[in-house]
C-alpha cells in the first residue's frame, strides 16, 4: 500500500493506492499530478486481454 499526501493551507489532497505511486505538485494553475506503476505480469480481467507493462500520468 502506497499513501502520499499533498497540503496547502487551506486544502489537502491524499491519494491511496495498491500499487507505488508518486504525486507532485505544481505551482501554476493548481496542478496535481499522480503517477500510478501499473506493470502486471498477468491479465488482471479489466478487458486488456495482455498484460499491462507502462505507468500513467493523469493531471487534474
Do not use: H
Request: hydrophobic fraction near 30%; glycine fraction near 6%; charged fraction near 25%.
Amino acid at each position: 500500500m502506497s499513501i502520499q499526501s499533498l497540503s496547502r493551507l487551506y486544502s489537502k489532497a491524499t491519494v491511496l493506492t495498491e500499487q507505488s505511486s508518486g504525486v507532485t505538485s505544481k505551482r501554476e494553475n493548481g496542478v496535481i499530478e499522480v503517477w500510478l506503476d501499473r506493470t502486471l505480469a498477468q491479465d488482471d480481467s479489466r478487458r486488456m486481454g495482455k498484460p499491462v507493462k507502462g505507468n500513467s500520468i493523469r493531471s487534474f
